[in-house]
């Protein structure tokens, strides 16, 4: 998996970590606990898009609660969890799934500890893990994307996540699910929805290669106390991960042709390798799934992202150009 460039005491990354963390919790209160917006605006059917296979409608999620090989998994924030989830859905928190002890925060656990996380859920070989959450799916599309990468089941989005599901007048539940832990294989992981930042750097102005700033003008602005540089990565195409979304304050995908537009204006094409990366890796995989959903069959996550590439540190090999965010045609707030 990628790497952080350059290495620091335990203590000196711990303290690092923490700084981040604190700078950060202002952010994660604002959009981490807040409900979806409540919407007529309703999902288009996943049989729209290339790859059907990777987004849950309500409906067909439905007819499958009791199904023993489809796992729901909400990582909404656990008071909102507790407030209410969907029936038999199990709670785990994309934190759980960040290293620590890495001078880059937002990068992927290590594997025995995200097995853990995928084992106390319940998760088995074969199943289908249904994920969503109150934030727009980025916390879900996080963990579904670590689900690919670790290689152990198949992952679907709730299209329109818990919004929906509660505007449609579902069930809900305040009861915690009984789940046994499950034991996984140690397998190798799927490195091709992978990339570092020294493998981009490289790639950087070949025609078959393109990167993705999934970055709002907000996160792009954003320096951690001085700690991040302004700026993107040479060539990238600004595309905020929200644009994804039918109506902001949703976990709507947007209709399949106005997302094929979205990145087709950008001259992203499906025959590129296309590597997205955000503030950290988390919004990113948004984008990563959503670019799934519509065909891009080569698109791979830059874990470091910018908190890696665009880190205010002595002898960092990589250069940045200017931030550049363009309009929305729809008025999105951006």
């Given at each position: 998996?990628a790497?952080a460039?350059?290495?620091?005491p335990?203590?000196?990354?711990?303290a690092?970590y923490?700084?981040?963390?604190?700078?950060?919790?202002?952010?994660l209160?604002?959009?981490g606990g807040?409900?979806?917006?409540?919407t007529?605006?309703?999902?288009?059917p996943?049989?729209q898009?290339?790859?059907p296979?990777?987004?849950?409608?309500?409906?067909?999620l439905?007819e499958?609660?009791?199904?023993?090989?489809?796992?729901?998994?909400?990582?909404?924030p656990?008071?909102d969890?507790?407030?209410?989830?969907?029936?038999g859905?199990?709670h785990?928190?994309?934190?759980?799934?960040?290293?620590?002890n890495?001078?880059?925060y937002?990068m992927?656990?290590?594997?025995?500890?995200?097995?853990?996380?995928?084992?106390r859920?319940g998760?088995?070989?074969?199943?289908?893990?249904?994920?969503y959450?109150n934030?727009g799916?980025?916390?879900?599309a996080?963990?579904?994307?670590?689900l690919?990468?670790?290689n152990?089941?198949?992952?679907?989005l709730?299209n329109?996540?818990?919004?929906?599901w509660?505007?449609?007048?579902?069930?809900?539940?305040?009861?915690i699910?009984s789940?046994?832990?499950?034991?996984?294989?140690?397998?190798a992981?799927?490195?091709a929805?992978l990339?570092?930042?020294?493998?981009?750097?490289?790639a950087?102005g070949?025609p078959?290669?393109?990167?993705?700033?999934?970055?709002?003008?907000?996160?792009g602005l954003?320096t951690?106390?001085?700690?991040?540089r302004?700026g993107?990565?040479?060539?990238?195409r600004?595309?905020?991960?929200?644009r994804?979304?039918?109506?902001?304050?949703?976990?709507?995908?947007?209709?399949?042709?106005?997302?094929?537009?979205?990145?087709?204006?950008?001259?992203?094409?499906r025959d590129?390798?296309?590597?997205?990366?955000?503030?950290?890796?988390?919004?990113a995989?948004?984008t990563?799934?959503?670019?799934r959903v519509?065909?891009y069959d080569?698109?791979?996550?830059?874990?470091?992202?910018?908190?890696?590439?665009?880190?205010?540190?002595?002898?960092?090999?990589y250069e940045?150009?200017p931030?550049?965010v363009g309009?929305?045609p729809?008025?999105?707030?951006?």
């Open positions: 998996m790497t460039i350059g290495t620091s335990a203590s000196t990354r711990r690092a923490l700084t981040v963390v604190a700078l950060l919790l202002p952010l209160a604002a959009c807040r409900a979806e917006l409540s007529t605006v309703k999902p288009f996943a049989a898009y290339a790859h296979e990777l987004l849950a409608d309500t409906g067909w439905a499958r609660l009791n199904d023993p090989f489809v796992r729901v998994v909400d990582l909404s656990r008071a969890y507790e407030r209410g989830h969907l029936p859905a199990v785990v928190w994309w934190q759980d799934l960040v290293e620590i890495n001078p880059t937002g992927l656990v290590d594997p025995k500890v995200r097995k853990g996380v995928f084992e859920a998760i088995e070989n074969g199943m289908t893990v249904v994920a959450d934030a799916g980025r916390y879900a996080r963990f579904l994307w670590t690919l990468y670790a152990y089941a198949a992952g679907r709730l329109g996540g818990s919004g929906t509660r505007a449609e007048g579902r069930p809900l539940s305040r009861d699910p789940i046994r832990p499950t034991r996984l294989p140690d397998i992981p799927n490195e929805v990339i570092n930042g020294d493998d981009v750097r490289a950087l070949q078959g290669f393109v990167a993705v700033d999934t970055r709002t003008r907000d996160e954003e951690w106390g001085g700690t991040l302004f993107r990565v040479p060539g990238a600004s595309i905020p991960w929200d994804n979304l039918e109506q902001k304050g949703t976990a709507i995908v947007r209709r399949s042709g106005e997302l094929s537009k979205l990145y087709e204006d950008q001259s992203v094409r590129q390798t296309v590597a997205v990366y955000s503030l950290t890796g988390m919004n995989a948004h990563f799934w959503v670019m519509l065909g080569n698109v791979r996550l830059y874990d470091g992202s910018w908190a890696e590439w665009g880190a205010a540190r002595p002898g960092t090999p940045v150009e931030l550049a309009g929305d729809r008025g999105r707030e951006t």
